[in-house]
DNA sequence: GCAGCATTTGCACGCGCTTGCAAGAGCGAG
DNA sequence: CTCGCTCTTGCAAGCGCGTGCAAATGCTGC
């Protein structure tokens, strides 16, 4: 039971009969190490249970291999899958993921990117919120790679990676008027987020050129209760929807079972209802809800490689922006296909 | 545009007129500096854009306040709860979650402890899987802590935080006879992990102490679509059960869905469901599942408490093992209430 | 004014590692 | 045998920070 602590590359260097450096190139790939040395050393590290140690190496390499994810609400299916997507490629482009959640306040983003510069992540990849410019431009000053997700922003020096939303919500109102729906509406939150807007920018002005009105709400955040509250306001109106268009998947699921189990109107029937995002639930039976599926394996792919480039220094001026197509996963919430 | 990367401590005190000395102290809660040394510091530290170096500090420190958080599919809805309570405690703690993606291979887990130490983490909790003995010890020998979540195992060190699964399931029964259930079935995967087994067991132990027999099915993974093969399985034998616990909400939506809209059977007229978890979707409309909430919170509190307890290296001998009890969300996929 | 004390400050060393540099080792050609 | 070349190796100088120690400072009580 020697409690040692951790072993340290002197003690595997005594080991072997090697100096220090010879440890310390062994481990590093590409350094110059003749074959027995490294087979010496490697043995030694073995029986010791040596391990690098990244926080020292990261302060000589000056690249610690830690890459920061910023987001909000994990437990969201949507979040989730993109979380799982991006912590798997970060892996196997052998970095490390350091996960920070952000709540809804003010300044929540920007404490999340003072703690990646405490850690020197070599990277941030912010899905939720904005940061404020200056805290932005100091990490880009700091030689911090930026990635954004589904956040329109116009600042210079982050990736941006966004998508098709104002041209998905178009082909929704295709969807619907081919399934013979004239009455449409757009069931949204208020979180107001670039994404969630131009999906109904783009819906309402998809219907109005063809000379359809949208019945427009907005309740809440993005999550299942929200849904039922809109589908109780929109349903019980005079002029009642034939086609429900929500910003998302989980509004989607919450105004599908306040429309069946509290009003009873089943659907497709009597009302077409679409969503976005393609999460697990919407393919369930009692869903079957044809929606948009983001493209979550490419975006991850797409960020991880670009913030695994060496940093080209070239970053700064270019203003990088990036737009996915939402493919169209239909199912048997709209009528015919 | 100084692209001068990262401003030291060294920068800070000479703007300040100080010692880089007083700057560290500055820094580090409780050390002696006067007030107007601090508001120089801090005045000039704002000013550049000074930030601790967290892996430098990390190094003298011999604590680098980074927490591991080792888990198989973060895409879970169950794990994602988790997932996001623990990391919202952790940062309540000062410390920061590193995510670790593991699969279902052999010797993933291990994989992810010896990063865990790489980064000479504070301490790492894991949610799936099992590490081998011998990199478990030499973890806890290195002076991390070790928390294991779900995970029944013996070896002592790790703190085991495990639910009671077995007096649940007994629990379930009672609901189920109460109910007027006469031909239990016990839905499971073939993931064979300890908590799922011991739902099991309890399941089959307490209908057995009443003189009733229990149809029991594994199949797959836990995840919906086994859900339905489970229910197509046990739904077209000649003696079909009227009562099936799920042993995860995940299969019983799964089983709810193929029971309804492939069989035509009405929940809980015809067959009464349970399920365990308490997963969001289980309080949907659609589903209105009865079922075992985990504990979420109190997990993740006690578990970050107790790695944030000062290492009184009394660890080691002690065999920490806690149990909490899942309280039964009583809804209405079983009959009566 | 000075001893006595508590508080603050600076110096210098070390945490564990990488890496440029120069010396050493091996070796084929002349 | 020696020169010149390539491939390895060890040395030592840091990376940015925390902290023990001793010196300096400020303050109180006589």
Redesign the pocket.
């Known amino acids: 039971m020697g409690s040692k602590?951790?072993v340290?590359?002197?003690e595997v260097a005594e080991r072997a009969?090697?100096?220090?450096?010879?440890?310390?190139?062994t481990?590093?790939p590409g350094?110059?190490?003749?074959?027995?040395?490294?087979r010496r050393v490697m043995e030694a590290a073995e029986v010791l249970g040596?391990?690098?140690?990244e926080l020292?190496?990261g302060?000589?390499?000056?690249e610690s291999g830690i890459v920061c994810l910023i987001v909000s609400d994990v437990a969201t299916p949507h979040r989730s899958v993109l979380l799982r997507e991006l912590t798997l490629q970060l892996q196997n482009a052998g970095k490390v993921a350091m996960l920070i959640n952000t709540d809804l306040t003010n300044g929540s983003v920007d404490r999340a990117l003072r703690q990646a510069i405490r850690y020197r992540a070599d990277a941030s990849i912010i899905l939720s919120g904005l940061p404020d410019k200056s805290i932005a431009q100091l990490c880009l000053r700091c030689g911090q790679r930026l990635v954004l997700i589904n956040r329109d922003d116009d600042q210079p020096g982050p990736l941006k990676i966004n998508l098709d939303d104002y041209e998905a919500a178009g082909r929704a109102v295709t969807a619907f008027v081919r399934a013979g729906c004239r009455k449409l509406a757009f069931a949204n939150s208020e979180a107001g987020t670039p994404s969630l807007m131009a999906r109904e920018h783009g819906f309402v002005a998809a219907a109005r050129a063809l000379g359809l009105d949208v019945m427009v709400e907005r309740h809440g955040w993005t999550g299942y209760a929200a849904g039922q509250v809109l589908a109780q306001r929109m349903l019980t109106r005079a002029e009642r929807p034939d086609a429900v268009f929500c910003a998302t998947d989980l509004l989607a699921c919450g105004f599908m079972d306040a429309a069946r189990h509290q009003f009873f109107i089943s659907i497709p029937q009597q009302l077409c209802v679409a969503g976005f995002d393609d999460i697990e639930q919407a393919s369930w039976l009692s869903y079957d809800l044809t929606t948009f599926a983001q493209p979550v394996k490419e975006v991850a792919k797409t960020a991880v490689e670009w913030l695994s480039e060496t940093p080209t220094d070239s970053a700064g001026s270019e203003n990088l922006s990036l737009r996915f197509k939402a493919e169209l996963a239909w199912r048997g919430s709209i009528r015919g296909g």
Chains 1, 2 share one sequence.
């Open positions: 602590a951790y340290r590359a002197q009969g090697v100096s220090r450096s010879a440890v310390s190139r481990f590093t350094a110059s190490v003749s074959a027995e040395t490294r040596y391990h690098v140690n020292a190496r302060l000589m390499r000056r």
